[in-house]
Nanobody, 127 residues
């Protein structure tokens, strides 16, 4: 079992920044690829960003490329999502998720790839 707890959400004005954190406990964090997803009101949960267990490979939803950065600190069992230049359309509940990775660089993009999920943290971008 892997337990995931997100933090860092809140309300911010358009153009502002937030840094989400996801602390993991349980099994060996470095064996897991990690991802961030988000779910806006009335919509399905969507992929936002992914990172391999070594941290060397990352990928993003097109609409957040250049604004969001995913990173991880395996010594602290934590994955981060730095969000800059936030827009109202980024408003959603953000979830982190963990997938047991077969190789260091493997990334996962769909919900079914991820076995463990956090409870979510609300991000609201509004003036």
């Amino acid at each position: 079992q892997v337990q995931l707890v997100e933090s860092g959400g809140g309300m911010v004005q358009p153009g502002g920044s937030l840094r989400l954190s996801c602390a993991a406990s349980g099994r060996t964090f470095s064996n897991y690829a990690m991802g961030w997803f988000r779910q806006a009101p009335g919509k399905e949960r969507d992929f936002v960003a992914a990172i391999g267990w070594s941290g060397g490979n990352t990928d993003y939803l097109d609409s957040v490329k250049g604004r969001f950065t995913i990173s991880r600190d395996n010594a602290k069992n934590t994955v981060y999502l730095q969000m800059n230049s936030l827009k109202p359309e980024d408003t959603a509940v953000y979830y982190c998720a963990a997938a047991l990775a077969r190789r260091a660089g493997t990334l996962y993009y769909t919900e079914s790839d991820y076995a463990y999920w956090g409870q979510g943290t609300q991000v609201t971008v509004s003036s």
